[in-house]
């Protein structure tokens, strides 16, 4: 009995030590004005958490241990490094009991990976494959953590405007109901919402479809509603790109302008679907 209690000791120990020192090293990543001697503190926790982990922890544990590890390495620009844990992370997404944004943060930690050590074909393919596996995250706030991610510097110059936009999300203009947006037919409609403006169909019934793209989820409902009294608000990151690819599909966009909305600054255009509807596409603006 005494060798069992010091057991459960010893593993609430490792425990304990595993959560502070996980979410110290959070808020030393987050911190712009790290020293020299903070940041190799940051590494040194990130490991250690990973250790007292790996001592009492599950797989999805040690897991995501690895991406910390990853996170820090890369915020310092050690790519090697970051790549070695990024990939242990992938491989642990197989383990039962993990979630389904681990794959997509996998990818995310590759991509950020292979930007630190500067190879942008290897950026492109896990940031884009991130981008695209996150659309298949159930939760919203899960979705939205992981577009915000792709997005969060450092990038090391990676995210320029040639990467393709991603769409962060949909929000509601007025009193819109962005799940009901009216179409005549839903055919036509979904073939020019996927066709055209890039979205995917996630279910469908005769009456009514759910379509994404990124971290963006809209419905479309054959009702009775105005379509031109329907306007949706998308959240998206290269918004030049996205004007060009959208001028490049003749949906004829408006100009780009920077508007100003409680207090920010916002670069925005405005498009319309062939049923009425208003969408506006907005970047927020570096203050």
């Known amino acids: 009995m005494p060798e069992a209690a010091d057991h459960l000791e010893h593993a609430d120990i490792h425990r304990t030590f595993a959560i502070n020192l996980f979410n110290h090293v959070w808020d030393l990543m987050e911190r712009s004005d790290r020293s020299a001697c903070e940041d190799a503190q940051m590494l040194h926790e990130a490991h250690a958490s990973r250790y007292h982990w790996g001592e009492v922890g599950t797989e999805v544990q040690i897991g995501r241990g690895e991406w910390q590890i990853s996170r820090a390495n890369a915020l310092l620009k050690q790519g090697a490094a970051a790549l070695l844990h990024a990939q242990l992370y992938l491989e642990s997404c197989s383990c039962a009991g993990m979630a389904d944004w681990d794959l997509p943060f996998a990818h995310e930690a590759l991509a950020r990976a292979y930007a630190a050590l500067g190879d942008r074909d290897q950026f492109s393919y896990h940031h884009r494959l991130a981008s695209e596996l996150g659309g298949q995250i159930a939760e919203e706030h899960d979705r939205r953590w992981l577009q915000e991610c792709l997005v969060a510097e450092p990038w090391f110059g ?121 969408f506006c596409f907005g970047e927020a603006v570096a203050q």
């Open 158 to 278: 990676m995210l320029d405007e040639n990467q393709a936009p991603l769409f962060l999300r949909a929000s509601p203009i007025g009193e819109t109901d962005i799940m009901r947006l009216p179409v005549k037919t839903l055919g036509p409609a979904l073939g020019y919402y996927t066709a055209v403006l890039g979205f995917a169909i996630t279910r469908q019934t005769k009456t009514n479809a759910f379509l994404r793209r990124g971290g963006a989820e809209i419905g479309l409902e054959v009702n009775s509603l105005d379509p031109e009294q329907a306007s949706c608000y998308f959240a998206v990151t290269n918004i030049e790109s996205l004007h060009k690819e959208f001028l490049e599909a003749k949906i004829a966009p408006s100009e780009l302008a920077v508007q100003v909305h409680n207090g920010s600054r916002y670069r925005v255009f405005f498009a319309q679907d062939p049923y009425g509807v208003c």
